[in-house]
């Protein structure tokens, strides 16, 4: 601890929880997509599964170590380990807190009780917060008896709004995710 406040202190902008609760555009009702359908996670993600790395095995480092839980983003560690999977994906727990789904936005490694979903085509970071969203709400139909299996999650389908084209509609999963209180606490990289 210094001896005395340094000058910045008295400077520095602190973030209210009002500030934090902005959005970043006007709110958009899920009841205004013109139709919805029901997506397989495998038509629109490469389905991977994580690797084993026991905690003996782990060093501290750098790199976030995705476990099996339902807190911080699914970060259960910072390791020297090289990553197993890329940024701009979406990592769900078949273990533990099954259906656990959070955004990576810097290459991580997935533990054993990790899917890792990486897009089949471009889809922006705030679409990929609204599918997370929905897939999530598909976690209830699974347990530790009947479990979220790479296979099963390959089967496994997601409502979302659709476009004429039968194409999922993107643009519309961003407007409402822009107009959600804190949405311009994210941070883009």
């Known amino acids: 601890m210094p001896d005395e ?10 973030p209210t929880v009002a500030g934090l609760r902005v959005a970043l555009d006007k709110p958009v009702s899920l009841a205004e997509a013109q139709a919805w359908d029901m997506f397989k996670l495998n038509d629109l993600f490469e389905l991977r599964k994580g690797r084993r790395l026991t905690k003996a095995d782990r060093k501290h480092g750098n790199v976030r170590f995705i476990g099996a839980t339902e807190f911080n983003n699914g970060v259960t560690d910072m390791c020297d380990v090289t990553p197993n999977a890329p940024e701009h994906t979406l990592t769900v727990a078949y273990n533990g807190s099954v259906g656990s789904t959070f955004y990576q936005d810097e290459p991580y490694f997935a533990c054993d009780d990790v899917n890792v979903l990486v897009p089949r085509t471009e889809i922006s970071k705030w679409a990929l917060l609204f599918v997370a969203a929905a897939i999530k709400h598909e976690r209830h139909r699974f347990t530790y008896g009947y479990k979220w299996t790479l296979a099963r999650m390959r089967e496994t389908t997601v409502r979302l709004p659709v476009r004429e084209d039968g194409q999922p509609d993107w643009s519309y999963t961003e407007s409402v995710m822009h107009g959600l209180p804190f949405s311009a606490a994210i941070v883009e990289r």
Do not use: H, I, L
Request: charged share 10%; hydrophobic share 60%.
């Open 5 to 14: 406040v340094p000058p910045w202190v008295e400077n520095a902008a602190v």
